[in-house]
């Protein structure tokens, strides 16, 4: 049976990882040109320069800028990891109103029978995708991915616990681990 | 692209010696500033309570700042009963300001900037709208009671 009706949920105002990444390149651009800026006005010592930044040495700005570049770098791995989740889920519900015969898609649909929407992104989906993956490479995307969690639940719950992530995290490897993920498992 | 690389860096150098600050005197000017500002406080805000406040000055901080390098320079510290205030010079290259004095209490700190026209002033706040006052007698005594408790 379709569950056409399904198609209602789905808002299609996900964020695809290529805009986020557009959308990063140009923050942190304006940060390093609201930075030019700033140094510029403190060697020239021009008065008119925005008042937050008034009475600040050059290693406050520093500070000022690796702040804002470094909550830039978080926002924007949560916002990647959030976007995959999403594309992960939309594929998942786009499966059940196909009602595609694949063995992820019939292994979803036997999910969705028990559960409906309510699926567990870790132990669920990217595990039923784990077990029906072909190639070592796409195991270990799959396995990034997972780690990367770790990251996303972080960031997603306020930071609060000292996190253990088992390596290191920026925009750029977090782009590119979704990205990787998404493309071999036919998402993107 | 050597060619590229050097005319890129012949840019950045030709920029950087236009700016024609002479930052030994201008270090030195400031040095100067502080001592006048600690003169001000010392000899006249404080000049009807002398003897309730001790006044030290003979303390040196030492200061890096960007072209201008390491230095020493004056802080005062005033000290009523059993609480000290200390005025502790942060650096002259500031933002929209010739100087900057950071003022620590035990109930928080102010800010004293130098002006262009060597006078000085209190923050009174940076946003959302930058807020400066006059430093006399009277502002004096309101950023004590503002950062004394």
């Keep these: 049976m379709a569950r056409l009706h399904l198609k209602s949920v789905l808002s299609e105002d996900e964020q695809d990882l290529n805009e986020i990444w557009e959308w990063y390149v140009l923050q942190n651009m304006l940060i390093g040109d609201e930075a030019v800026n700033t140094l510029d006005a403190l060697l020239s010592g021009s008065a008119s320069i925005a008042s937050r930044y008034f009475g600040k040495t050059r290693d406050e700005l520093d500070e000022f800028f690796a702040y804002q570049r470094s909550e830039l770098g978080q926002v924007t791995m949560l916002i990647l990891l959030a976007a995959a989740e999403a594309a992960l889920r939309v594929d998942y519900i786009v499966r059940i109103i196909e009602n595609k015969k694949d063995a992820v898609s019939k292994q979803f649909s036997e999910i969705y029978k028990l559960q409906k929407l309510e699926v567990g992104l870790d132990d669920q989906i990217l595990e039923i995708w784990k077990e029906n993956s072909a190639t070592p490479e796409i195991k270990a995307a799959i396995g990034e991915s997972r780690g990367a969690l770790r990251l996303r639940n972080w960031l997603a719950h306020g930071r609060y616990w000292k996190p253990k992530l088992g390596r290191e995290y920026d925009p750029q490897n977090v782009f590119e681990l979704c990205d990787e993920l998404l493309k071999f498992l036919g998402i993107r | 692209m050597s060619n590229q690389l050097k005319e890129f860096f012949r ?137 004394m408790r």
């Design chain 2, 11 to 147: 840019e950045k150098q030709t920029r950087a010696s236009q700016t024609g600050i002479d930052w030994v005197a201008k270090r030195d000017d400031w040095i100067e500033a502080v001592e006048k500002l600690f003169d001000t406080i010392d000899e006249e805000y404080l000049a009807a309570v002398k003897d309730s406040v001790q006044v030290d000055r003979t303390h040196l901080k030492s200061v890096q700042e960007p072209q201008i390098g390491e230095y020493k320079i004056a802080e005062l510290a005033l000290t009523v009963g059993d609480e000290q205030v200390v005025f502790s010079p942060k650096g002259v290259n500031v933002i929209g300001a010739a100087g900057r004095v950071d003022v620590r209490g035990d109930r928080g700190e102010a800010t004293l900037v130098r002006n262009a026209d060597r006078s000085w002033s209190l923050v009174l706040a940076r946003t959302p709208r930058l807020q400066l006052v006059p430093l006399t007698d009277e502002t004096f005594l309101e950023m004590l009671r503002s950062v």
